[in-house]
């Protein structure tokens, strides 16, 4: 992301995600994830793209769980799942 001409390094959080993987669909499809010990259903998806960081594929979703919107990034090498850290949770 870019703002004044500087180039931001967005940091994630790890998340463990549960994801449905299907031979017919281009991305994998977040269904739930785990943050701070709770279990939050994937409410919608609502944007998708794609980006490279070195040779892995990174495919960032935008979303809603439990009533907060937040970015969700999977990384092809190794399989990793990351949150936006700009984003809050609240608990509700």
């Known amino acids: 992301m870019s703002r004044g001409g500087k ?7 790890p998340v463990e995600v549960v994801a449905q993987f299907s031979p017919r669909a281009r991305y994998p499809r977040p269904v739930s994830l785990k943050w701070n010990g709770r279990e939050r259903e994937v409410d ?21 769980a439990g009533g907060a919107v937040l970015e969700l990034c999977y990384n092809s ?9 700009g984003h809050r949770w609240s608990e509700g």
């Open 77 to 85: 090498e190794g399989a990793r799942w990351t949150a936006d850290d």
């Open 44 to 64: 919608a998806i609502h944007l998708v793209h794609e980006a490279r960081e070195g040779t892995a594929r990174l495919v960032i979703f935008s979303v809603t």
């Open 7 to 13: 180039v931001e390094q967005r940091l994630g959080i």
